[in-house]
């Protein structure tokens, strides 16, 4: 079982370091095409360092995620830290009716059911990382969204609920909002749709998910 897990976790998520796997930590990456965005370059700041392992899928909004939790995790009980993010895709806005997919209340119902199962697949240290900061202009004149798609209040307001459900329930919390700010979003964000991160932004924002990762491993 041992040599599987090995293997499952070299070919489906990253070649093998020059380390010897089992002297590794492995570190699992949840979350949405933001954590698609910036998971290459915590693969490669962590080189030798930790085993990433993390799914295929966009883990979408936070009903998607608590229905998939279990698939993706699966093999990957010994992990020391998980990674994730969840929220973006809960604020999109219906078109028509100009409301978020998810109301506040339903976020922070699956955010407590996701941080509880969690806490039965692993006993990994869980940190969960705050939605980041968005470009409703950039979103409005893009071709892909042509509209407002996301909004920075909605942003603040269910970051400030996660935030407080994780202080509650002792999850640790990486605050990618908070450093997009103090870095500059217009250096970070990709400018054709004012959501999903540049080619710097990737760079930058990986480099403080794999400091804050490694952070957490040295405790």
């Known amino acids: 079982m041992k040599i599987l897990l090995i293997l499952f976790f070299s070919i489906t998520c990253f070649p093998v370091t020059s380390a010897e796997p089992d002297s590794l930590p492995l570190v699992v990456l949840l979350g949405d095409s933001i954590r698609g965005n910036y998971q290459s370059t915590v693969r490669k700041a962590l080189e030798g360092k ?3 392992s993390a799914p295929k899928d966009n883990c979408s909004h936070s009903a ?8 993706w995790l699966s093999g990957a009980e010994k992990a020391e830290v998980i990674h994730i993010n969840v929220g973006l895709h809960d604020m999109y806005l219906n078109a028509k009716t100009g409301k978020t997919r998810h109301t506040l209340e339903v ?5 407590r059911s996701i941080f509880k199962k969690l806490d039965e697949l692993s006993d990994a240290k ?3 990382a705050l939605t980041t900061v968005v470009n409703e202009k950039q979103q409005a004149e893009s071709e892909g969204y042509g509209r407002v798609v996301r909004r920075n209040e909605d942003v603040d307001t269910f970051n400030a609920k996660a935030r407080s459900v994780a202080d509650e329930l002792g999850i640790a919390v990486n605050d990618l909002n908070k450093y997009m700010k103090k870095v500059g979003p217009e250096k970070i964000l990709k400018p054709s749709d004012g959501i999903h991160l540049s080619p710097e932004g ?9 400091r804050v990762i490694l952070n957490t491993l040295s405790k």
Do not use: D, K, P
């Open 50 to 52: 930790a085993i990433i």
């Open 107 to 111: 976020y922070e119902r699956n955010l």
């Open 64 to 71: 998607y995620t608590l229905e998939n939790l279990e698939r």
């Open 126 to 128: 869980v940190i969960f």
């Open 202 to 210: 990737c760079e930058l924002m990986g480099g403080e998910v794999a």
